[in-house]
Nanobody
């Protein structure tokens, strides 16, 4: 059974930092890509960043480049999203997701963690 559990959200002032964690289980990690998405109120869910577990290769949305860093800890089966220089427009529910490298859709999702950035 695949399980993704996010944590680390909260309230932070603009310019501050947060680190989100996603503890994963039930996956064959070497064949998976892990990602962070977010959904703001009234908006569609959008891609933030991904990491290929085996290679560590990463990619970011333009809005995240230079401010956010995705990483993974093999020993803890955990993916992180370090968010710096946060802006009010980063306010959203952040979701961890996983997909096999052999398919195009993210199949597994966490429950989400709220990030609120005050101005």
């Amino acid at each position: 059974q695949v399980k993704l559990v996010e944590s680390g959200g909260g309230l932070v002032q603009a310019g501050g930092s947060l680190r989100l964690s996603c503890a994963a289980s039930g996956l064959s990690f070497s064949n998976y890509r892990m990602a962070w998405f977010r959904q703001a109120p009234g908006k569609e869910r959008e891609f933030v960043a991904h990491i290929v577990w085996s290679s560590g290769s990463t990619d970011y949305a333009d809005s995240a480049k230079g401010r956010f860093t995705i990483s993974r800890d093999n020993a803890k089966n955990t993916v992180y999203l370090q968010m710096n220089s946060l802006k009010p427009e980063d306010t959203a529910v952040y979701y961890c997701a996983a997909r096999s490298l052999f398919v195009s859709q993210y199949r597994y999702w966490g429950q989400g963690t709220q990030v609120t950035v005050s101005s």
